[in-house]
């Protein structure tokens, strides 16, 4: 499976970018999609997940309003669309997939949820 994230940047606070995700190696529908990002010198955190099945999304509540998940599953990519940007926002951005795992709706913002993840993509918000 390979997961392969574009479309970080550098942007000023109060902008906008939209990150995108390719999938490949499984069948896309088969699996749940998530976003995480870590900032230099902090863990990784939980940004926003769309579930397999329901296709439920989960922003977790630093993005909520701002960002919003998507999948395309024509295309197999899953996209985060990020506005009102601020500095805090300034991390790498990791996307990620359960797999086959079959994660409750309860758990989908942990990492031990994902089984595969992509090699990020560096997010600059200058304020």
């Known amino acids: 499976v390979q997961l392969q994230a574009s479309g970080g940047g550098l942007v000023q606070a109060g902008g906008s970018l939209r990150l995108s995700c390719s999938f490949s190696?499984?069948?896309?529908?088969?699996?749940?999609m998530g976003w995480f990002r870590q900032a230099p010198g902090k863990e990784r955190e939980f940004v926003a997940a769309?579930?397999?099945?329901?296709?439920?999304?989960y922003c977790a509540s630093s993005v909520k309003g701002r960002f919003t998940i998507s999948r395309d599953n024509a295309n197999n990519r899953v996209y985060l669309q990020m506005n009102s940007l601020r500095p805090e926002d300034t991390a790498i951005y990791y996307c990620?997939?359960?797999?086959?795992?079959?994660?409750?709706?309860?758990?989908?913002?942990?990492?031990?949820?994902?089984?595969?993840w992509g090699q990020g993509t560096l997010v600059t918000v200058s304020s």
């Open positions: 990620a997939a359960t797999g086959m795992k079959n994660p409750i709706a309860s758990t989908y913002h942990l990492p031990s949820s994902y089984t595969y």
């Open positions: 190696g499984l069948t896309f529908t088969s699996s749940g």
């Open positions: 769309v579930r397999k099945g329901s296709y439920s999304t």
